[in-house]
């Protein structure tokens, strides 16, 4: 198989699963022994040829890359997160947030910007102002301008239980519509402070 046609179908797939499922690196390689019969029979059939070589050095470069601004991008969005708790709500949340919502927020992130190509994503930026109050908004990743993700955090009070935090995404993909869920916080019967008071 044309090594254009693995990619593409590399690229529908994770596109279509946003990025949960994607096909092992194997599939880029040339496997079809059928096709191609070595000349000489002295050399192993596992050999890698010289092409091949330079495909898995490149491939080796560019998760390194990508990982590269994925963890910036995640700096600005542990940052932002911070800010947007405040003085009064963060120390009490902080810890928890970090084992159980940042992770998947680093996936979601992850997954999102999966099929955009490594030269995109230099474009991608975190925006810099969570809202106040008891708006939702924690803070969105745009490229060019344009939101592609929004992360947000609501405050949920299920009746005899007290006061929850919900945090939860949403993508261009549906139009900004669903609401993926990304874990909740306990914070108390009583009601929490505002947001970055």
């Given amino acids: 198989m044309p090594n254009w046609i693995r990619k593409s179908l590399v690229v529908f797939v994770s596109i279509l699963t946003f990025g949960l499922v994607s096909p092992s690196p194997s599939s880029f390689y040339n496997n079809n022994s059928n096709e191609k019969k070595p000349s000489d029979e002295s050399k192993t059939p596992f050999a890698l040829e010289e092409k091949d070589l330079e495909f898995e050095s490149a491939e080796v470069k560019a998760p390194n890359e990508r990982e590269k601004v994925l963890s910036q991008i995640m700096q600005d969005a542990e940052t932002q997160s911070y800010m947007k708790f405040g003085s009064k709500i963060k120390p009490?949340?902080?810890?928890?947030?970090?084992?159980?919502?940042?992770?998947?927020?680093?996936?979601?992130?992850?997954?999102?910007?999966?099929?955009?190509?490594?030269?995109?994503?230099?474009?991608?930026?975190?925006?810099?102002?969570?809202?106040?109050?008891?708006?939702?908004?924690?803070?969105?990743?745009?490229?060019?301008?344009?939101?592609?993700?929004?992360?947000?955090?609501?405050?949920?009070?299920?009746?005899?239980?007290?006061?929850?935090?919900?945090?939860?995404?949403?993508?261009?993909?549906?139009?900004?519509?669903?609401?993926?869920?990304?874990?909740?916080?306990?914070?108390?019967?009583?009601?929490?402070?505002?947001?970055?008071?």
Wanted: no cysteine; net charge negative; aromatic share 16%.
């Fill in 92 to 197: 009490v949340i902080e810890e928890e947030f970090r084992v159980a919502i940042l992770p998947n927020m680093e996936q979601a992130i992850a997954n999102v910007t999966s099929i955009f190509p490594e030269e995109d994503l230099s474009q991608l930026m975190v925006t810099e102002f969570p809202s106040a109050g008891v708006a939702e908004r924690i803070f969105h990743i745009q490229k060019n301008d344009e939101d592609i993700i929004r992360f947000h955090v609501r405050r949920d009070r299920p009746p005899q239980e007290g006061y929850w935090f919900n945090f939860h995404y949403h993508t261009y993909h549906d139009q900004f519509q669903a609401h993926y869920y990304l874990g909740e916080i306990y914070w108390d019967k009583n009601t929490p402070p505002k947001w970055m008071s």
